[in-house]
């Protein structure tokens, strides 16, 4: 397998994996990384195979906080290995810690980075994102509350999820004009089939030098080579949570695409992989797995094929 590429997020200090693991799926209900056994398997060959960025959130698994409990444990004994991104603040779940005001506010800050920093049996957090943006706390206060955190060490660097292009914009007008630390990630769906981000989100990532980390790249798995018009596997979670997503596919599509890779001896797992991390601003693709073989797939498949300019345009015209 080719050696796993390295890159800046974007122009931050912190280098990541360009393939990354989503931690969604640890203690999931259903999955083969429901348990601590099959969690710790899949960090295993992650680490094996030369990935670093693990990006979890405090309400992953089938209870909040257990993606991470399980990751602290998996973990023990070589934190220093990976960088560790976890996630606060979702305004659409509940969490044990509603009660403590809005999700962007100092007070729930505070609460919420001890839990996280507890279940995942570490000293410090490498990258800790505002999972949505709070309406009800300015992003100065937020801010304020996660320059405190870097101070104390508990936080190296922020960042922020699911952020519009104006939000964005306004976050980095707020954190320069009041000498706060810089969120220096932004984390979005973005994917062939979901490519709104293009917009205004991307522009914003660049502009003022975040690195670009896409959830969902795979659209749900439709795009690992895994899946046809007459369906995949029966334990993959479009055919057993999100049918519509294969009954709605663009099948010519994607058949298209496909036809183009095999004249380059590529799959589609490959081909995907290789337009997103072609894409200006990318720093690394977070996608999730359930079993060693899947983190092997993903890792190799990011390094098998790099798009000329005149390649990634066609690709992404035929799915504009």
């Not at 890159?7 to 799926?25: A, D, F, Q, Y």
């Not at 959130?57 to 906080?65: L, N, Q, R």
């Not at 490498?126 to 955190?149: G, K, S, V």
């Not at 798995?221 to 334990?235: E, I, Q, S």
Request: net charge negative; charged share 20%.
């Amino acid at each position: 397998m080719a050696q796993i590429e390295y890159r800046r997020l974007g122009i931050s200090g912190l280098t990541v994996s360009s393939m990354g693991l989503g931690c969604n799926n640890f203690g999931r209900p259903g999955s083969k990384t429901e348990d601590q056994a099959g969690t710790t398997a899949v960090i295993d060959a992650a680490i094996n195979v030369g990935i670093t960025l693990f990006d979890t959130a405090d309400i992953y698994g089938y209870e909040y906080g257990r993606s991470e409990s399980m990751m602290g444990e998996a973990l023990s004994g070589r934190r220093d290995q990976i960088v560790l991104a976890t996630k606060f603040g979702h305004a659409d779940y509940d969490s044990p810690l509603s009660n403590w005001g809005a999700k962007g506010s100092r007070r729930y800050i505070r609460q919420a980075v001890e839990g996280s920093l507890r279940r995942l049996k570490t000293e410090w957090i490498d990258l800790y994102q505002l999972h949505t943006r709070d309406p009800l706390t300015p992003i100065e206060e937020t801010l304020d509350a996660l320059d405190d955190l870097i101070r104390e060490g508990k936080v190296r660097y922020i960042g922020h999820s699911n952020f519009a292009g104006w939000q964005i914009a306004d976050a980095e007008y707020t954190a320069r004009l009041g000498n706060h630390p810089r969120f220096i990630s932004a984390q979005n769906e973005y994917s062939l089939l979901v490519r709104g981000a293009e917009r205004e989100v991307l522009p914003a990532v660049n502009a003022y030098g975040l690195g670009f980390l896409p959830f969902f790249p795979l659209y749900n798995g439709l795009f690992t080579g895994k899946f046809t018009r007459d369906g995949g596997p029966a334990d993959s979670r479009i055919m057993r949570q999100r049918p519509h997503l294969l009954a709605n596919a663009p099948w010519d599509l994607i058949e298209q695409f496909e036809a183009y890779l095999a004249k380059r001896n590529m799959t589609l797992l490959e081909g995907t992989l290789g337009w997103l991390l072609a894409q200006p601003g990318l720093s690394s693709v977070i996608a999730g797995a359930t079993t060693p073989e899947q983190v092997r797939q993903n890792a190799e498949a990011a390094t098998a094929w790099k798009p000329t300019a005149e390649e990634s345009l066609w690709v992404s015209a035929l799915f504009a």
